[in-house]
C-alpha cells in the first residue's frame, strides 16, 4: 500500500491543523494506523494510532486531549485532528499502516509495516 501524507505547513501556537493520509493499493480487511512524528535532532516517536474498525484509539501523552485521530475506511484516509498546537510539536508527521493488526504493539513503530513520506508541521511562539 502507498501512503500519502498532507496537511501540514506552518500555524502560531494555539491555531489548529489537520493532517490527512491517503492510503492506496493492497486492501486489507485488518489493519492499524497511526501517526509517529520526528522533530530535528531528534528520534521518531508514536503520536496516535487507530484500530481498523474505529473503536480502539491510543494517544501519546503529550497529545491526548489535543489531537483525535480517525479514519474513514471508505475513502482509504487516515487523519489527525491537531487542536491547540505548541511549539513543541513542531515536527515531521508520518503515517503508517500496520496489516498484522498488532493491537498491543500499536505505539510501537515495529507495529507498522508501511509508511508515508511524511508532512511538515511548524508551529511558532
Known amino acids: 500500500v502507498q501512503l500519502q501524507a498532507s496537511g501540514g505547513g506552518l500555524v502560531q501556537a494555539g491555531d489548529s491543523l489537520r493532517l490527512s493520509c491517503a492510503a492506496s493499493?493492497?486492501?486489507?480487511?485488518?489493519?492499524?494506523m497511526g501517526w509517529f512524528r520526528q522533530a530535528p535532532g531528534k528520534e521518531r516517536e508514536f503520536v496516535a494510532a487507530i484500530r481498523w474498525s474505529g473503536t480502539s484509539t491510543s494517544y501519546a501523552d503529550s497529545v491526548k486531549g489535543r489531537f483525535t485521530i480517525s479514519r474513514d475506511n471508505a475513502k482509504n484516509t487516515l487523519s489527525l485532528q491537531m487542536n491547540s498546537l505548541k511549539p513543541e510539536d513542531t515536527a515531521v508527521y508520518y503515517c503508517?499502516?500496520?496489516?498484522?493488526?498488532?493491537?498491543?504493539?500499536?505505539?510501537?513503530?515495529?507495529?507498522?509495516?508501511?509508511w508515508g513520506q511524511g508532512t511538515r508541521v511548524t508551529v511558532s511562539s
Open positions: 503508517a499502516v500496520g496489516y498484522r493488526a498488532i493491537l498491543s504493539m500499536m505505539r510501537s513503530m515495529r507495529a507498522y509495516d508501511s
Open positions: 493499493g493492497r486492501t486489507f480487511s485488518n489493519y492499524i
